[in-house]
Antibody, heavy 120, light 109 residues
Framework: QVQLQESGPGLVKPSQTLSLTCTVSGGSVNRGGYYWSWIRQPAGKGLEWIGRIYSSGTTKYNPSFNSRVTISLDTSNNQFSLKLSSVTAADTAVYYC????????????WGQGTLVTVSS | QSLLTQPPSASGTPGQRVTISCSGSSSNIESNYVYWYQQLPGTAPKLLISRNNQRPSGVPDRFSGSKSGTAASLAISGLRSEDEADYYC??????????FGGGTKLTVL
């Protein structure tokens, strides 16, 4: 049974880069056929897809984030990571990592989420 | 503003049938699958319905999904107190992004 766990700093200063890691257990990030996504949720608000990475390393990003986001794969540690640059208070949110079974919205399972606050 | 429109709230009494709508367009719902997620308070979302109307293993048959044209809906029959949660519809959009609806908060009265 695949499980995901997010980790990273809970506080990031404005204009800096947010960096999070998702550790996958019970399955391999470089197994073909699966994608790995990041999704975020500001407090009291809805969900927003940030982007995904395929087992081959191919990425796809939400155009809203395109110039600021990088998702990468670390197969040796069975992890994938998110970097979001030039953050502002609007990037304060709970960030979830999830396995993406297709390319059209089939996310299962999800990590428990990690709160990242952007503040000086 | 989300391109998938859901009512912000819905409610029902135990045992009732409730439906939650999700309105989109030809570039998302009409031409792609719709997924539904349930988010209980303080927890991560959970897949409830895949590919318009498929229930993953473990999801009670009280939950059902449907789609017609540019709209989709989630129906919950035999409403229970534990169904009180936020519900989100999701679809791929041809603008090359996954879209989430704004979410519907379901209250069991």
């Amino acid at each position: 049974q695949v499980q995901l766990q997010e980790s990273g700093p809970g506080l990031v200063k404005p204009s800096q880069t947010l960096s999070l890691t998702c550790t996958v257990s019970g399955g391999s990030v470089n197994r073909g056929g699966y994608y790995w996504s990041w999704i975020r949720q500001p407090a009291g608000k809805g969900l927003e897809w940030i982007g995904r990475i395929y087992s081959s390393g191919t990425t796809k990003y939400n155009p809203s984030f395109n110039s600021r986001v990088t998702i990468s794969l670390d197969t040796s540690n069975n992890q994938f990571s998110l970097k979001l640059s030039s953050v502002t208070a609007a990037d304060t949110a709970v960030y979830y990592c999830t396995r993406d079974l297709t390319v059209d919205g089939w996310f299962d399972p999800w990590g428990q989420g990690t709160l990242v606050t952007v503040s000086s | 503003q989300s391109l998938l429109t859901q009512p912000p709230s819905a409610s029902g009494t135990p045992g009732q049938r409730v439906t939650i709508s999700c309105s989109g367009s030809s570039s998302n719902i009409e031409s792609n699958y719709v997924y539904w997620y349930q988010q209980l308070p303080g927890t991560a979302p959970k897949l409830l319905i895949s590919r318009n109307n498929q229930r993953p293993s473990g999801v009670p048959d009280r939950f059902s999904g449907s789609k017609s044209g540019t709209a989709a809906s989630l129906a919950i029959s035999g409403l229970r107190s534990e169904d009180e949660a936020d519900y989100y519809c999701v679809a791929w959009d041809d603008s090359l992004s996954v879209l989430f609806g704004g979410g519907t908060k379901l209250t069991v009265l």
